[in-house]
């Protein structure tokens, strides 16, 4: 699981605006931000760097799942 919407909506970025720093289909961001397919290390990262946060923040933590 991953928190890419939330931290899209905190800090007011359009998911499509994410996906053309990427390089990426609106589609797939979408599918991220809504936890229907995980990106991979690599996208996490890139994902990670064009918002300005640390990776692990993108991530959830497995104790707020249970």
Known sequence: MNRIKEVLEEKGIKQKWLAEKMG??????????????QPSL???YKIAKILNVEAKELLTDSKELQ
């Open 24 to 37: 990426k289909s609106y589609n797939m961001v979408n599918s991220y931000a809504q936890n229907r397919r």
């Open 42 to 44: 690599e996208d996490l």
